[in-house]
């Protein structure tokens, strides 16, 4: 699948997208690797089209606080080529994944001129704003079983994708408290685990743990 077939660019016609395979190049990586630490330079844009990323900092003490998992596809940390500013974060890939890397000071002369292109940008920037409004209610309003309900209800597409211990990592609590709540879960069958991973049995239960 090239470049210009993804839905966030399906709008160029075949020159456009002929013009964009020229400044994009796809790469692979391996779980754990890194695609950028907090200050560097944004010269690329990148888009995910397969895999896990995560984009996480360091508290006072240097536990790692992640603040959001992206799947594909999507783009990762666009807001810091449209303000052209160094990434605010670090993003490391949980999974084997696939980017493409696109020359941003390129696409911005040749594309960002045309109202579609903006347009699915600003839609994306969208979409991370409230994926920043769910961080700040997972760590600062919500109590841990809401927590816990609503993140498995919300990302069910990528759970036998993340163990306990890493979950427990997203949502800033221990294992050990992760633990005890699925245990809970389990008990009133709501959710299953096996070899660390989570299923849901029961979505309608899950739900109403965090809908009031």
Known sequence: ?????????DSLDEKEQKELEKISNKKKFKKDEILFYRGDEAKYLYLLVSGIVKIYKHDYKDNEIIIHNLTAPTFIAEISNYE???????????TDSEVYVIEYNEFKKRFLSKPEISLML???????????EKFI????TADTNIKIAQFLYENEDILDSLKQVKIASILNITPETLSRKVSK??????????KGYIKILDHNKLKELFEF
């Open 84 to 94: 052209e500013i160094p990434y605010p974060a670090n993003c490391s890939f949980e």
């Open 1 to 9: 699948m090239t470049i210009g077939q993804f839905y966030f660019f």
């Open 122 to 132: 600003i839609k994306s920037l969208t979409k991370k704003i409230k994926a920043l």
């Open 137 to 140: 209610n997972y760590n600062i």
């Open 185 to 194: 879960l389990k008990k009133d069958k709501i959710v299953e685990n096996e």
